[in-house]
């Protein structure tokens, strides 16, 4: 699950035409704070346990490999934690994005507009909620 986690950061910058600059990512997983901290410092060859450097078919480098780099690069990002499963809405979003991601490994679909509906269906109940 921590490798799914860094990927879903991986695919969250990856989405952007350029980053927001002081943008903030929240995780659920301290270790994964952990990792992109330490890589933030610097650290982008720590890489978490098991996690398979081998040559890619469909990319030059591996994804946490390149989100490492990315990372390393940007020290105006922020990297938080927050609670899992305690009803921050920004999190569950997350997290159904995480179990998609998930899926798409096993199985083949068009992720990207699955994941924009979730994410829109998210900030319209987020600004809903938020003007009441």
């Known amino acids: 699950m921590l490798v799914d986690e860094l990927r879903a950061v991986d695919y969250l910058l990856t989405g952007f035409d350029e980053v927001p600059a002081g943008m903030a990512v929240l ?13 933030q410092a ?8 098991g996690y398979s450097l081998r040559q890619r078919r469909w990319s030059d ?42 899926r798409r490994r096993e199985e083949s679909f068009d992720l990207r ?12 109940d987020w600004h809903a909620n938020a003007t009441v």
């Open 27 to 39: 995780l659920d997983s301290l270790t994964a704070v952990r990792y992109l901290h330490r890589w």
């Open 42 to 49: 610097g650290e982008t060859d720590a890489m978490p346990v």
């Open 61 to 102: 480098k591996p994804t946490l490999v390149r989100l490492a780099e990315q990372v390393a690069h940007r020290p105006d990002l922020t990297f938080a934690h927050v609670k899992g499963h305690s009803g921050h809405a920004l999190n569950e979003a997350a997290d159904g994005l995480s179990h998609m991601a998930r």
């Open 113 to 124: 507009p699955r994941a924009h509906a979730l994410v829109d269906a998210f900030l319209r």
